[in-house]
């Protein structure tokens, strides 16, 4: 079945850079677009990044952009999210997610970590 | 991009009906039929129960159910079972190109 598996997290000092994976199988990642999505601790979701399926068109939420860039490697069934410059608020598990027919995210990964701590 | 507004809590007992809003604006939840609803437990990933305002996956129980008025959407569950207990998160579309999730609601079932 359908799964994603994200990786990357972990402990970060602020200002500093941090890149998460998350690989693709079940479903075939070229034919559809993909998200980013990150929960802080105690906290609601909140959405940060889409790229579409052939990873040309990009958008971002206000709160990231200029500091993270979503991307993927189709031939890997991968999706990426380069965060640069990250913030203490940054500090949350961060999720991937399958866009279903561009209207909702239907398949999520299991989340990863990311600590923004000096 | 505000967060959509959801009531930070409901409740219920076993066998009762509950029903959770989600508000937003006409550059979103009003605009679109792109209104979906998502349930997490702790320490879980979300998981999606209702898309395009009122339908449901394949194989999600049809206690659940999705509706739309205005700028107002809103989830039904009906028929409380105590796994239902969760913080459920709405989300919509927007005219910007991207997405908003609702503060999300916790749910417990007495």
């Known amino acids: 079945q359908a799964q994603l598996v994200e990786s990357g997290g972990g402990v970060v000092q602020p200002g500093r850079s941090l890149r998460l994976s998350c690989v693709a199988s079940?479903?075939?990642?070229?034919?559809?677009?993909m998200y980013w999505v990150r929960q802080a601790p105690g906290k609601g979701l909140e959405w940060l990044a889409v790229?579409?399926?052939?990873?040309?068109?990009?958008y971002y939420a206000d709160s990231v952009k200029g500091r993270f860039t979503i991307s993927r490697d189709n031939s890997r069934d991968t999706l990426l999210l380069q965060m640069n410059s990250v913030r203490v608020e940054d500090t949350a598990v961060y999720y991937c997610a399958k866009d279903r027919h561009n209207d909702a995210f239907d398949i999520w990964g299991q989340g990863t970590m990311v600590t923004v701590s000096s | 991009q505000s967060a959509l507004t959801q009531p930070a809590s409901v409740s219920g007992s076993p066998g009762q009906s509950i029903t959770i809003s989600c508000t937003g604006t006409?550059?979103?939840?009003?605009?679109?039929?792109?209104v979906a609803w998502y349930q997490q437990h702790p320490g879980k990933a979300p998981k999606l129960i209702i898309y395009r305002v009122s339908e449901r996956p394949s194989g999600l129980s049809d206690r659940f159910s999705g509706s739309k008025s205005g700028n107002t959407a809103s989830l039904t569950i009906s028929g409380l079972q105590a796994d239902d207990e969760a913080h459920y998160y709405c989300?919509?579309?927007?005219?910007?190109?991207?997405?908003?999730f609702g503060g999300g609601t916790e749910l417990t079932v007495l």
């Open positions: 006409s550059s979103d939840v009003g605009g679109y039929d792109y």
């Open positions: 989300s919509s579309y927007t005219s910007s190109s991207t997405w908003v």
């Open positions: 079940g479903f075939t990642f070229s034919s559809f677009g």
């Open positions: 790229v579409s399926l052939d990873g040309t068109n990009k």
